[in-house]
Every structure is written in structure tokens, then in C-alpha cells.
């Protein structure tokens, strides 16, 4: 069996306490991908100690070097992309398809940063006076402590290491311990590209070990993950009196409205994908099917209809088109939340279950499940569940809709099936999220968009993705000169 270890001033070394944690196969318990560092505050330290002291020489080292070990980084994935894909699977069990997507981005996310180098730009502004020239200029902020989730284990960690660097800051990187392999191989790219020694810095483990990361001497703080863990840290950030630079996005309640106008075929393939696609385990998953009266019926029979057509099985055997839930904690929220959903009234019309016997017992699986009977106050419709459960519900006209769409404390991403581009665009103006998709999914983001939710899903401080990452991971200095 492998034991894996923590990436600290440049070397692989094991958590100073030698403990351990299980790496597993979600689709397949009894395939064990290996043992990872349950590690200690004082491996935090450390890799904080290493990050900082490695802190000027990569903050003097030209954004376009820098950029060009991002480049390096992105080719070595780039050979590796049948490997990472079905690591990915075996160790989050998403499909093979869904994985090669994430990988893929990861790659091209590696690109776009590396490019980054020669962006990072100033400007020079007018002065008011005679003879005085003012310009500004980026500076990196120092050590960033990043944390991540499981559910796109490469790419997120990708899209906020990145940028980070490329800004000359180091890191200290805490992934998820549901999948630290993948993170794992993301690190090994950039050790190989020739990163210099302390520049990243990887420790292994769970909540305690991103305690320990948020509670030391870091400069500022990105992550990713669930609102409940989000406001302990933001909690946490302002008990140690320090204003350090923070950044979370967080859960969402995704709506998916589908008005009568729209073409019902398109709509339900585009609701199911946004509903089950990931196994319902994206932060922009639909959670929420709002369907206009009119076309209530006809969409609420097609939609069920695709939903218990969808192949749930091991993503590494054979076809399917979902994977397991990617933790038996998960699997048992989601259940959990089936029941909450039939005791608070709503009509259960689909799934529901763990699935079981051959494969399934050695997985966390679950069937597609679709309520109806919703209404917008109940638990179901308004906490994240983060599985394959989607509420289908009903309203009368745009207006409605929108309110509906509203009607939760997440803001992260909606989107609007309908062939009236009048109706698309006031949606688009008038709901509560930080990405709007029209005749789209609601899951997949280009990586050159700024990305970031509003209201519970995001503290809203800074986005991330695209160009507008590099102003989370620069601080902006005016300087005035008289020569
Ligand atoms: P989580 O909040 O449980 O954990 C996220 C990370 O925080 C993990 O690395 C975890 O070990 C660490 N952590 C846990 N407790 C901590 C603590 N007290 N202090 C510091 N770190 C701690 O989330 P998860 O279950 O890994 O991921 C699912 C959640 O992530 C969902 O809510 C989903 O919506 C959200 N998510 C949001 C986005 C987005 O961009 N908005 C993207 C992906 C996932």
C-alpha cells in the first residue's frame, strides 16, 4: 500500500506526527488509492515558515518567468491527461467524460495564467499638477493560504494556485482530504516545471489542518467550500484582529426556470444535465426546476422520464452517465434530505433510493430523485443538498418566477430556458446571482469569465477566474514622481 506525503520547502516529507488518512474509491470502497498525512499544526507551520521565506525571491522573479513555469506545469498535464482523468474518476467518481472535462480545463487554466505574466498591468493617470507623473503598479500580497473542496479537486485548486503564483506569491495549498491524489499530481507538474523550493507548499488533511492554516501567519486566504466552514473561517479571520486579503465562494439553491415558450425537449435535456450532471455535485448544479403552469405537466412527465433513464454505476466499468456520491457522508445528507422532503409533504415521483445489490454495495450510489409538490419554503427547496435531488415546481408568468427564483439565502448561479430573449434579459437583470445562464446549463464556466456567487454563496469580496483573479492576488500601489 503507497504512503503519500506533504510538499514542504521543496521536499516530500511525511506529517511530523506520522498519522495517516485513507484515500478511497467512492465507487468502489475496496479499492484503496493509499494513505495520506493527517497532519498537524505543525506541519502548517512549516510549510507557512517555508512559504515566507521563499516569499521575496519569487515576488523579484519576473511575472514572465514566472509564467513560464506555469507553462511547463501545463504541458507535463497536458501529457498526462488519460492518467489524471482516470484518477480523477477512481478518486471523486465523476464519469470519465466529466473528468476529462475538468482536466482538461485544468490545462487550459495553467495556459491562460501562464499568459498572465505579461498582463499584469498599471496605468499611468493625469496628475493635477505641473511636472508630476503618477502611475500604479501590482504588487503580490505574500503568503496565501488556499483550501479547497472535493468536488472539482484539480480545477479549483488550479484556478486559485494559478493566479497566485503568476502574481509572485507563495502558497501554502490544503486540499480536500476526500482527494488529496489528484491535488497531489497538480503539485508534482509544477515541482517538475522547476518551481523554486517554498514557492508551494502542500499540506494533507481535514478540517483541523485547515484550522491550523486560517489561525497562522498568512497574508491572505482563498477558498472553497461550503458556507457553513466559509463563516467559521470568516469568523475565525476576524478573531485574530488581523484585516488579511479573503476571498470564499461558496454553496448554491440553483434555479433552472423554464418558461412555456421554450422548446420542452431542449429544456428538459438541459434541466436534467443541470440537475444530475456531477451527480448533482456542482456548486452550480440546479436544485431548484421552476416551471412555468402552462407547460408544467408535459415537462414534469419528460423530465422524469430522462431522469430514470440515466445509467448510475462505476464510472471506471463500463458506460454511465452518473457516478456515485463522493463520500458515504455525502450519500447519507442526501438521503437524508429525501426524507426531510417527504415529511415536509413534497411528492417524491422518482429515486429516492440507495441503490443496491452487485456494484452498487461496494459504492455510494443513489438514483436520480425528482420532487414535486415543493414549496419554496420547505427545508428541500431552500438548503443545498449537494446530490442528485432536484425539486420541480410551478408558477404563473415571469414575474412569479423570478420571485421564486429569489426566494433562497444562496445567489451563485441561475438560468432561464425561453425562446422570448425580452423574458431572457429582464431574468437576467432582475435574479440574484453572480452567473446567469440563458438556453444553457447551469453547471460549466468558461475559465477566462470572472466566476463568484452572490448573497450566502460568496463573501463577495473578490472574483475569481479570468483577469479578474489577478486583482485578488495583487495589491495595488500609487506612486507620484517629481523628477
Ligand atoms: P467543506 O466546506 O466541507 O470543505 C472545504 C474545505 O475546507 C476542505 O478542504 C475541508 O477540509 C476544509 N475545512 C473543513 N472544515 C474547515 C475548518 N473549520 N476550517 C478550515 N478549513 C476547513 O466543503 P466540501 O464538502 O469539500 O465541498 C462542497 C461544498 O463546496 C459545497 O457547499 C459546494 O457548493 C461548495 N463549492 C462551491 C464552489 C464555488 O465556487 N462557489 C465550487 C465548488 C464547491
Not at 22 to 36: E, I, S
Not at 94 to 107: D, F, G, H, P
Not at 214 to 239: C, M, N, P, Q
Request: glycine share 10%.
Amino acid at each position: 500500500m503507497s504512503y503519500f506525503k506533504n510538499f514542504i520547502a521543496g521536499e516530500w516529507r511525511p506529517s511530523v506526527e506520522e498519522r495517516w488518512f485513507k484515500d478511497v474509491n467512492p465507487a468502489d470502497t475496496r479499492d484503496v488509492l493509499g494513505f495520506f498525512p493527517d497532519s498537524s499544526e505543525e506541519d502548517v507551520g512549516e510549510a507557512v515558515d517555508a512559504a515566507r521565506e521563499a516569499f521575496n525571491g519569487w515576488a523579484a522573479t519576473p511575472p514572465s518567468e514566472r509564467g513560464r513555469i506555469l507553462l511547463r506545469a501545463a504541458l507535463f498535464l497536458e501529457e498526462q491527461v488519460e492518467e489524471l482523468v482516470k484518477l480523477l474518476s477512481r478518486e471523486e467518481g465523476k464519469t470519465l467524460a466529466e473528468s476529462r472535462i475538468e482536466v482538461l480545463r485544468t490545462v487550459e487554466i495553467f495556459k491562460f495564467f501562464a499568459g498572465a505574466g505579461h498582463r499584469l498591468k498599471g496605468e499611468t493617470i493625469p496628475s493635477m499638477r505641473r511636472g508630476v507623473f503618477i502611475y500604479t503598479c501590482r504588487e503580490p500580497l505574500g503568503v496565501v493560504g488556499v483550501i479547497t473542496p472535493w468536488n472539482f479537486p484539480i480545477a479549483i485548486p488550479a484556478w486559485k494556485i494559478t493566479p497566485a503564483l503568476v502574481c509572485g506569491n507563495t502558497v501554502v495549498f490544503k486540499p480536500s482530504s476526500l482527494t488529496p491524489m489528484i491535488a497531489q499530481k497538480m503539485v508534482e507538474a509544477l515541482e517538475r516545471a522547476g518551481l523554486p523550493k517554498g514557492v508551494l507548499n502542500l499540506v494533507h488533511g481535514g478540517a483541523e489542518v485547515g484550522r491550523s492554516l486560517v489561525a497562522s501567519r498568512l497574508d491572505a486566504i482563498s477558498f472553497t467550500g461550503s458556507h457553513e466552514v466559509g463563516s467559521e473561517i470568516y469568523k475565525r479571520l476576524a478573531e485574530t484582529g488581523r484585516m488579511i486579503r479573503y476571498q470564499m465562494e461558496m454553496g448554491g439553491k440553483n434555479p433552472f426556470v423554464v418558461m412555456a415558450d421554450a422548446d420542452l425537449d431542449r429544456a428538459v435535456t438541459l434541466a436534467a444535465k443541470s440537475a444530475f450532471g456531477l451527480t448533482g455535485q456542482a456548486c452550480t448544479a440546479a436544485s431548484r426546476i421552476l416551471v412555468e403552469e402552462e407547460a408544467f405537466d408535459v415537462f414534469l412527465r419528460k423530465f422524469v422520464d430522462a431522469a430514470s433513464k440515466i445509467r448510475v454505476g462505476n464510472p471506471l466499468k463500463g458506460e454511465v452517465d452518473m457516478g456515485p456520491a463522493a463520500s458515504e457522508q455525502q450519500l447519507e445528507k442526501d438521503l437524508k434530505y429525501v426524507e426531510i422532503g417527504k415529511q415536509e409533504g413534497a411528492k417524491l415521483v422518482c429515486g429516492g433510493e440507495k441503490l443496491m445489490g452487485g456494484d452498487y454495495d461496494y459504492g455510494y450510489f443513489m438514483a436520480p430523485t425528482v420532487f414535486t409538490d415543493v414549496t419554496k419554503d420547505m427545508r428541500i427547496a431552500q438548503e443545498e443538498i449537494f446530490g442528485p435531488v432536484a425539486c420541480v415546481m410551478q408558477f404563473k408568468g415571469l414575474d412569479e418566477a423570478i420571485e421564486l427564483a429569489n426566494s433562497v439565502e444562496y445567489g451563485l448561479c441561475a438560468g432561464i430556458c425561453t425562446s422570448s430573449l425580452a423574458k431572457a434579459l429582464e431574468f437576467a437583470s432582475r435574479v440574484e446571482a453572480g452567473v446567469v445562464k440563458i438556453n444553457d446549463m447551469t453547471v460549466g464556466i468558461e475559465l477566462q469569465v470572472p466566476f463568484g456567487g452572490f448573497k450566502k454563496s460568496s463573501s463577495m469580496t473578490f472574483k475569481e477566474q479570468g483577469d479578474a483573479a489577478l486583482e485578488f492576488y495583487t495589491k495595488l500601489k500609487s506612486v507620484y514622481v517629481i523628477p
